[in-house]
């Protein structure tokens, strides 16, 4: 963090980031046996904590690792890396790997290792409302990654090869499509608007269940607008009025170009200001402590 000192957590032990090493048999180095998490921070308190430890939890019974730490553990540890950090406005990242082993071995079982578990605080900046507002561009790109998608795995070569298909194309992000339905984005959910109703792919394998995606939808419902969790074909990304990409970092950002043409009327809709308006609200009672 910016003038700041950037003290993380490593295997029990808080150190400056410099100090902090990982040995070379780590699983998480070695073939990106772990799994992770991002927690946004608002003033000091956790967005959505429970949210985001269930779905630790998760990961890590999709891959049979042990959880090395209950809520209050993890809460405790939140808690250090804050203070020791000055950590105000910012987020969490957390890893668990399953660890060094002996040998370079694809099977769990021999000889079982520790858990590396790390966490860090970084800065973010919360997007400007007029930044965020201008909108992004984003491309559609055929989404070849496997059938696990709902882990929160480090294992992200695909997302970062996906992701560079946008850079080449000049464009923000890319909206993932797998046999003609939309799955995400390259890091964030996928929602569109069409006629007054939210649309967004239904959690499965095929998607991350974003913490941002869950409050957005929760956000609908208590304020009477429509939302379909379902199926999302391609075609309908085409035909859409809004289309937003959510996630912890970039909130709730409106693509206003999709594969070079405008998306509705090429600006930031209506219903994004809606939804945006009461997310920055829920953010604000966050930071005052008003609500969890
Ligand atoms: N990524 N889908 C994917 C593939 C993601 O990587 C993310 C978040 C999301 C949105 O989840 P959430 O709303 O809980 O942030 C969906 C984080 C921000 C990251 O990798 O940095």
Known sequence: MDNKPNIVYLNGQYMPVEKATVSVMDRGFLFGDSVYEVIPVFGKNLLRIDGHLLRLQNSLNRISLPNPHDDDEWQAIFTDLLEKNNGEDCAIYLQISRGAYAKRDLSVKTPAGRPTVFAMVFQVTPPDI???????SAITVDDFRWNACDIKTTSLLANVMLRQQASDANVEDAILVKNGIVTEGTASNVFIVKNSVLVTPPMGRLLLPGITRDLVIEIANNNAIL???RELKEAELYAADEIW????????????????????????????KRVMDLY???????RNGDVK
């Open 227 to 229: 939302i379909e969790e």
């Open 280 to 286: 920055q609200q829920y953010k604000q009672q966050l």
């Open 245 to 272: 990409m959510t996630s912890s970092t970039r909130e709730i950002a409106p693509v206003i170009r999709l594969n070079g043409k405008a998306v509705g009327s090429g600006k930031a809709g209506p219903m994004w």
């Open 130 to 136: 007029d930044v965020l507002s201008a909108g992004i």
